[in-house]
């Protein structure tokens, strides 16, 4: 039975089978489900066809949440991308996560990856590396099938969730997979891979979770079109040859440290930062009244 706890087995896997990390998790996927390759791989290519519905959906809709908090953010972006905006490709990452976070506040269908508060960061990610075609659909499917295998183990050994780790658990989590994809989409190194997810999360430590009316919308939405950005900067430095001076399992590690550290109010609660200055203690009462 394949089985791995931390980045570093598997990377071991992955090197003493002489393949991908991809191989790696969808071995053990078809082992411990009993099901086909096959089928695994069309289950992931459905949830990459509903990231680029919910990016599309988004980038098209000016609705605006039930909240009114957020919504239509998306397509002032893209307006902007069209005027030629020269960092072309970081600000469509941004606006496709800022799209899917749209859709998900407004009750639309997104994938929840790893969670439907960081629903946007990988989604975008894949969708801009897609869009400059340097990939196909099945090259997206192996991505993300690494990134669920980074997903498994920061659920392991840390959290994926605000309500115990904050948003470094969540956005965090999510720019360290989507970096992840993108070091495998460009043909990288098991150990690139690692390197990856530990620059994309040790630059989030310590971010908290603070919801305007205890809502997944501000600041949610727009932090997760930085951090699409954030994830893709993390892979472009990996694959420069930047490496991250603490190891991703330490990384990892220390942010797990940090969540229990992390008082209540800054972890989902709306007790803390955001959630009670002066116009977000007014927003939630205009929601809620």
Not at 45 to 50: D, E, L, N, P, T
Not at 114 to 130: D, E
Not at 270 to 283: D, H, I, N, S, Y
Request: net charge negative.
């Amino acid at each position: 039975m394949i089985n791995f706890n931390t980045v570093a087995e598997l990377i071991e896997l992955a090197n003493k089978g002489n393949c991908r990390i991809h191989d790696i998790v969808l071995q053990r996927e078809v082992e411990l489900s009993r099901r086909s390759e096959e089928s695994i791989r069309e289950e992931m290519a459905h949830s990459w066809k509903v990231m680029q519905e919910s990016i599309k959906k988004g980038l098209d809709s000016r609705d605006k949440s039930i909240s009114g908090l957020t919504g239509g953010n998306a397509v002032k972006l893209k307006a902007f991308i069209k005027q030629g905006y020269t960092g072309e490709s970081a600000m469509m990452g941004a606006a496709a996560a800022v799209a899917v976070s749209e859709v998900n506040a407004s009750m639309g269908r997104v994938v929840a990856c790893p969670t439907a508060g960081s629903c946007g960061i990988l989604p975008a990610a894949m969708y801009v590396a897609f869009q400059k075609q340097e990939c196909n659909d099945n090259d997206i499917v192996n991505a993300l099938l690494t990134a669920s295998g980074i997903g498994m183990v920061v659920e392991k050994n840390a959290s994926i969730a605000g309500a115990y780790g904050g948003c470094q658990a969540e956005c965090g989590t999510a720019a360290g997979m989507a970096a992840a994809a993108l070091v495998e989409l460009a043909g990288g190194t098991p150990e690139q891979v690692g390197n990856a997810v530990a620059l994309a999360i040790k630059n989030l430590l310590g971010l908290a979770c603070d919801p305007v009316a205890g809502l997944v919308e501000v600041p949610c939405v727009k932090r997760n079109g930085f951090e699409a950005v954030h994830a893709m900067l993390a892979a472009d430095m990996t694959l420069a040859g930047v490496k991250s001076v603490i190891p991703v399992d330490e990384v990892i590690e220390a942010m797990n440290q940090i969540g229990k550290m992390m008082p209540t109010a800054l972890k989902e609660t709306a007790e803390g930062g955001l959630a009670v200055t002066e116009t977000g203690l007014r927003l939630a009462k205009k929601i809620f009244s």
